[in-house]
């Protein structure tokens, strides 16, 4: 049903497009007919992108994926750029019509001619409606065309560059009641969403490792959605994960996404690289005499699969006076997580809307779109990630990685 809805969307979108920045801007003839082709073309391009961008070989795939996901992105700002101008359209609709002309009076007495013989009226003043007047509606529609082709190209191309930047490496404080003073200043690199695929593979991971190890954190938490493949075909990109340093270790949870492929077979893998995963259990960080838990629970995706997040298994029977802190991929997690008293849980999962507007669609879904807020007595932290999901384009939402430090 996803699917028959989003190619209903994309379809649509694309015809559109193609009426107000093909048909109303050309007359009928070769341009037309050109301008028609490509805008087909296209259409099946993203088509393709989309159903089969997991189902091929990375290798394959990423020959459709980038000019198919680029284009996307565009075509999804032309048409919402479009759909904003269609309000001047409907201001300037007077403007467009052909005005009467004004009979002038004179005081001078001519000789009356007989009148001739009147000419047949124009189509649309014997139906009733205004004649339009076909040069000012082509210049209005070649320069609404002008305006969304120029607006949306600058902002999928800034958007490019945020996506496939370094992400932003933000340091936030937070302070936790129950924390004992010995763990005062302890460090979780947080990081989610790398979104490993056809676009991002293992040099993405390889500046995401280094950027956490140059940061010497205490604990690193990978907070779900790794990767869009499975294991053998981005195997190798998650490789330099095995180079993670820090002094307790590296953990993981599991995000929608990989319940999508196979979350059992990136679990093995993850051991295999040193990274622990996290399935609705904890752990106690210990250092001198202060503790606190660390938990983590399986995305709500995992119920489709009978792994489902259990967060009694995972937080009952813990001390009530040592803090603990819960990975949970989605930030929707965060009720249940506060009836059961977690100081801070850290999610991913929104990419911090990844395209403007689309943030205020994502904040209807989850409470928080990224950055720390507060439920009842709970913080939670939700990063933007640090890669992208289809289009490699993000505006008004670049990538982080996050260094938590907890204070007292």
Known sequence: MFGVILSALVALMHFYVWKRLVKDTTAKGVWRRVGSVAFTLLA???????????SVEPDVARWFAWPGYIWFAVVVYLFLITLVLELPRLALRGWVRRRPLEATATTDAAPVT?????????????????????????????????????????????????????????????????????????????VSDIHLSAILGRPHTERVVRMINEQ?????????DLADGTPEELGPAAEPLRDLVSREGSFFVTGNHEYFIDPDAWIRE???????????????????????????????SGRSRDDGPDFGKALDGRPEDRPVVLMAHQPVQVSDA?????????????????????????????????????????????????????????????PDITVIELVR
């Open 338 to 398: 506060a009836e059961r008293g977690v100081d801070l849980q850290l999610s991913g999962h929104t990419h911090g809307g990844q395209l403007y507007p689309f943030h205020h669609v994502v904040s209807l879904a989850q409470p928080s779109l990224a950055g720390l807020s507060k439920v009842d007595d709970t913080w939670l932290y939700v990063t933007r990630g640090a890669g992208f999901w289809g289009p490699p384009v993000r505006v008004g939402a670049p």
């Open 216 to 224: 010497s954190p205490d604990l690193v938490a990978i907070v779900g």
């Open 44 to 54: 099946v391009l993203v088509f393709v992108t989309l159903t089969l961008g997991r």
């Open 114 to 190: 007989p009148a001739p013989d009147p000419e047949p009226l124009p189509e649309a003043a014997r139906s009733g409606k205004p004649e339009i007047n076909q040069s000012r509606r082509l210049f209005l529609a070649r320069g609404a065309g002008l305006v969304a082709g120029a607006a949306s190209v600058s902002l999928v191309g800034v958007g490019i560059g945020n996506a496939l930047g370094p992400p932003d490496l933000l340091r936030v404080p937070v302070g936790l009641r129950r924390l004992d003073p010995g763990l005062a200043g302890f460090r979780i690199a947080v």
């Open 270 to 300: 993850l051991d295999r690289l040193g990274v622990h995963t996290l399935r609705n259990e904890r752990t106690t960080i210990t250092r001198g005499g202060a503790s606190l838990d660390l938990a983590g629970v399986t995305d709500v």
